[in-house]
């Protein structure tokens, strides 16, 4: 397993979480903040061995990004959001990236599928993301 803390912020995600959560099963440490979703959420990630924390978002997604950050185990941190999902050939590059230990952030690729369509073109493409990075010195600003 790879030693990297998946972050997934989620709000009433039960449609998603699950295979979220199972596409992240090469990393050592998977953590939902969880916004007190009112369906099933916590019990479905608690239950796929996901560590939940609940807390408030209170509008704020930076602050909520940082906090969860500061929950983080180990020293690399993926972001994920709960309707995306991990390819094994994205799991292989996360695993070279974080073995390498480059104190760099890294661009993700995002390929947008809508209704089993894929987006190749126009405004969400390319969709470059901001995902994966070292733990340390690491926070996000903005709502």
């Known amino acids: 397993m790879t030693e990297v803390s998946v972050l997934i912020l989620a709000k009433n995600e039960e449609r998603n979480i699950k295979d979220c959560i199972q596409s992240a099963a090469f990393a050592k440490e998977v953590i939902v903040i969880d ?4 369906d099933k959420t916590k019990e479905i990630a608690e239950k796929l061995g996901a560590k939940v924390i609940q807390r408030a978002m209170n509008g704020d997604w930076g602050e909520q990004q940082t906090f969860a950050i500061q929950q983080a185990s180990y020293k690399w941190i993926l972001f994920l959001d ?36 894929k987006a190749e073109h126009g405004v969400l493409r390319p969709d470059y993301v901001c995902r994966l990075m070292p733990a340390k010195g690491s926070y996000v600003e903005g709502y």
Not at 35 to 38: G, W
Not at 92 to 105: G, L, N, Q, T
């Open 35 to 38: 916004d007190f979703s009112t």
């Open 82 to 117: 709960a309707d995306e999902r991990i390819s094994d050939d994205l799991a292989e590059e996360i695993e070279e990236a974080v073995e390498k230990d480059k104190p760099y952030a890294y661009w993700i690729l995002r390929k947008n599928k809508f209704y089993y369509n």
